[in-house]
């Protein structure tokens, strides 16, 4: 039984004692890569004309999906990310929350890593980082748009619900940052409780992950979890989000 979901229509495929939860830790060097890899894509999209100012969240989000897929992932031009090393990236895949309630979550990137060590203990589908992409500019909400209908997403198991990790990418215009726009709203006292924050977005103190052309620094807040596993596995542990605000104007 998965976690009140309907008997006969939910299955992890797996049983209980073929999986641990939560999935080890994907770590800083996998979040460092996967930010390499965004760096570069938006280079190469700016190269390629595209018009970041004016383009959808979805073109965005598409465009950066077939520059990584096509380019990226298939030449190895960024060292630790290939074919070899990488599944391929999906955009919108559709994934179920943490109790088959809900079967076609769509998480807009999912990095997954090729493993070629045998078995491990966890969810395959499920082992993966997943990323939300959100727009912070003038006309789209960081109180909104990013935090209760982007954030919240992995706080309620959603997203990422067997990770320790999740990624938030912001498309950002206006001159939007992390400090003045995104902190001061997941202070508001309506927000600090939906999103279950402990503690608040601050840097990586990882020189690798500082401020540089076109991205600020990464930024990680942790956040509590309040929906039980499956299969008796308890309740759900935090989750760590790393913040990715890249310039889009």
């Known amino acids: 039984m998965n976690g009140g979901a309907a008997?006969?229509?939910?299955?992890?495929?797996?049983?209980?004692?073929q999986y641990h939860l939560p999935h080890p830790t994907l770590g800083?060097?996998?979040?460092?890569l996967v930010r390499r890899v965004l760096l570069r894509a938006f280079e190469l999209l700016r190269e390629q004309g595209l018009n970041l100012a004016e383009a959808t969240e979805d073109q965005v989000t598409a465009a950066l999906r077939s520059v990584i897929e096509n380019n990226l992932r298939e030449t190895g031009s960024v060292r630790?990310?290939?074919?070899r090393t990488?599944?391929?990236?999906?955009?919108?895949?559709?994934?179920a929350n943490f109790n088959g309630t809900v079967l076609t979550k769509t998480p807009d990137l999912c990095f997954r890593?090729?493993?070629?060590?045998?078995?491990?203990?966890?969810?395959?589908?499920?082992?993966?980082?997943?990323?939300?992409?959100?727009?912070?500019?003038?006309?789209?909400?960081?109180?909104?748009?990013?935090?209760s209908d982007g954030l919240?997403?992995?706080?309620?198991?959603?997203?990422?619900?067997?990770m320790q990790e999740g990624m938030m990418l912001a498309y950002v215009r206006d001159n939007r940052c992390i400090g003045k726009n995104l902190t001061t709203a997941?202070?508001?006292?309506?927000?600090?409780?939906?999103?279950?924050?402990?503690?608040?977005?601050l840097p990586s103190s990882c020189h690798a992950a500082a401020a540089c052309p076109g991205a600020e620094a990464i930024h990680v807040s942790q956040h509590r979890r309040g929906f039980p596993?499956?299969?008796?596995?308890?309740?759900?542990?935090?989750?760590?989000m790393y913040h990715l605000w890249h310039d889009c104007s």
């Open 7 to 17: 008997i006969g229509f939910f299955t992890l495929g797996v049983a209980p004692g």
């Open 186 to 201: 997941m202070s508001e006292a309506a927000l600090m409780t939906s999103l279950q924050t402990v503690s608040l977005p």
């Open 28 to 32: 800083l060097p996998v979040i460092l």
């Open 152 to 162: 919240i997403r992995f706080v309620r198991g959603d997203y990422a619900w067997a």
């Open 229 to 240: 596993w499956p299969d008796g596995k308890g309740a759900a542990t935090d989750i760590t």
């Open 86 to 95: 990488y599944e391929p990236v999906t955009r919108q895949g559709q994934w």
């Open 80 to 83: 630790g990310f290939s074919k």
């Open 113 to 147: 890593l090729r493993r070629d060590e045998g078995p491990r203990l966890v969810i395959p589908e499920f082992d993966a980082l997943f990323i939300e992409c959100k727009p912070a500019d003038a006309t789209h909400s960081v109180s909104s748009k990013y935090c």
